[in-house]
T-cell receptor, first 115, second 115 residues
Framework: KQEVTQIPAALSVPEGENLVLNCSFT??????LQWFRQDPGKGLTSLLL?????REQTSGRLNASLDKSSGRSTLYIAASQPGDSATYLC??????????????FGQGTTLQVKP | NAGVTQTPKFRVLKTGQSMTLLCAQD?????MYWYRQDPGMGLRLIHY???????AKGEVPDGYNVSRLKKQNFLLGLESAAPSQTSVYFC??????????????FGPGTRLTVT
């Protein structure tokens, strides 16, 4: 059974710092992996989706990498800003459910960027 | 483009009452999903739909029913609400590609309290 873990649960950094958020999964036979952002009291916003055939995806200051063999994805945020403060979640479909859209979510990492 | 909208935003129910949560999307997406988010439990899939007229169970379907009579709408029903159903409910949708469903887009959520 696929399990998704995000460590640490919370992270606080000063503004301007580059940082890495981690996502680990137990079953390396993944179809894709998606990173989301959630602001307090709000819904989830999709940040990046990496297909299993890709090594990384970039959007602005965000870069997500995927290493299936080690069961790990990282989200790199460059030059962090206070507006980046939010909870970041990773999610991926369980084995055999890639055509249904079912996702298993990690618990998330809550990021605080201090001015 | 409104994206994914949810009605209502907040609701308080008494144990045993029934209600329906409405999700609507204007992106012509094939796939739609209902999740609940609870502290310490993360996001869990309740039911999902891979197309108009079809529904399927997710991780935590008990106590809920769904219907997808129109492609743009996905309804979540609670026939007899219980305090354990106090949660924040999120609807999401995704479009399909040759390889299956793509990234998911989320609504703003419905905060439900059952007393």
């Amino acid at each position: 059974k696929q399990e998704v873990t995000q460590i640490p649960a919370a992270l606080s950094v000063p503004e301007g710092e580059n940082l890495v958020l981690n996502c680990s999964f137990t079953d390396s036979a993944i179809y894709n992996l998606q990173w989301f952002r959630q602001d307090p009291g709000k819904g989830l916003t999709s940040l990046l989706l990496i297909q299993s055939s890709q090594r990384e995806q970039t959007s602005g200051r965000l870069n997500a990498s995927l290493d299936k063999s080690s069961g790990r994805s990282t989200l790199y945020i460059a030059a962090s800003q206070p507006g980046d403060s939010a909870t970041y979640l990773c999610a991926l479909p369980p084995r055999g459910y890639s055509n249904t859209g079912k996702l298993i979510f990690g618990q998330g990492t809550t990021l605080q960027v201090k001015p | 483009n409104a994206g994914v909208t949810q009605t209502p935003k907040f609701r308080v129910l008494k144990t045993g009452q029934s209600m329906t949560l409405l999700c609507a999307q204007d992106m012509n997406h094939e796939y739609m999903y209902w999740y609940r988010q609870d502290p310490g439990m993360g996001l869990r899939l309740i039911h999902y739909s891979v197309g108009e007229g079809t529904t399927a169970k997710g991780e935590v379907p008990d106590g809920y029913n769904v219907s997808r009579l129109k492609k743009q709408n996905f309804l979540l029903g609670l026939e007899s609400a219980a305090p354990s159903q106090t949660s924040v409910y999120f609807c999401a949708s995704s479009y399909s590609t040759a390889g299956g469903p793509h990234e998911q887009y989320f609504g703003p959520g419905t905060r439900l309290t059952v007393t």
